[in-house]
């Protein structure tokens, strides 16, 4: 079965400052990875998602992630974060195949920004 | 992206009443809406898998008869909470995809509370 593992529970970083979210996941074949992010009291928006080719994702908001086949990891990055960017921070895995998609989340990183 | 819009966003209700959430795809047709809920500062948990026209498929553990799942257009599922007790009291989150999609659509969500 697949799983995703968010070890970090929260992360406090200051306004301005870079930020790595990390995420390991456990699937026998390399799956979809996603990230989402959850405002307080909202549903879940997609920052970005992996398929395949390049291992270096851009989404929104100036977040990236890097998929390492090696680490079986997909950690999201931010140069600079903004107090904006406090929120919880979903990683997601999905089976490839056809179909709807279902995915299965971490636990959450909650990310606390100090000015 | 693909709209999926969830109602009512907040609910309180008296213990031992019934309430209904409504999920609606707005620009696409989804055969297939999934319900999840979500724990204070935990992770999303899928509920069940809704299907037009047929019955609903739920997870090891969720009461298919507690909480019940309509999903009769292609368009539009709900959730009924029947016999709401507080322990019912979470956050509910519903998601779809148009049929050839590469990411999962929430909704907003809802709050619910049960006294």
């Known amino acids: 079965a697949q799983s995703v593992t968010q070890p970090d529970i929260h992360i406090t970083v200051s306004e301005g400052a870079s930020l790595e979210l990390r995420c390991n996941y456990s699937?026998?074949?390399?799956?979809?990875l996603f990230w989402y992010v959850q405002s307080p009291g909202q549903g879940l928006q997609l920052l970005l998602k992996?398929?395949?080719?390049?291992?270096l994702v851009q989404g929104i908001k100036g977040f990236e992630a890097e998929f390492k086949r090696s680490q079986s990891s997909f950690n999201l990055r931010k140069p600079s974060v903004h107090w904006s960017d406090a929120a919880e921070y979903f990683c997601?895995?999905?089976?490839?195949?056809?179909?709807?998609?279902?995915?299965?989340f971490g636990r959450g990183t909650s990310l606390i920004v100090h000015p | 992206g693909a709209v999926v819009s969830q109602h009512p966003s907040r609910v309180i209700c008296k213990s031992g009443t019934s309430v209904k959430i409504e999920c609606r795809s707005l620009d696409f047709q989804a055969t297939t809406m999934f319900w999840y809920r979500q724990f204070p500062k935990k992770s999303l948990m899928l509920m069940a898998t809704?299907?037009?026209?047929?019955?609903?498929?739920?997870e090891q553990g969720v009461e298919k008869d507690k909480f019940l799942i309509n999903h009769a257009s292609l368009t539009l599922s709900t959730l009924t909470v029947t016999s709401a007790h507080p322990e019912d009291s979470s956050f509910y989150i519903c998601?779809?995809?148009?049929?050839?999609?590469?990411?999962?659509?929430f909704g907003q969500g809802t709050r619910l509370t049960v006294v």
């Open positions: 809704s299907n037009e026209g047929s019955k609903a498929t739920y």
């Open positions: 998601s779809a995809s148009p049929l050839i999609a590469t990411e999962a659509f």
């Open positions: 992996y398929f395949s080719g390049d291992t």
């Open positions: 699937y026998g074949a390399t799956p979809y």
């Open positions: 997601a895995v999905a089976p490839i195949s056809g179909g709807s998609y279902i995915p299965t």
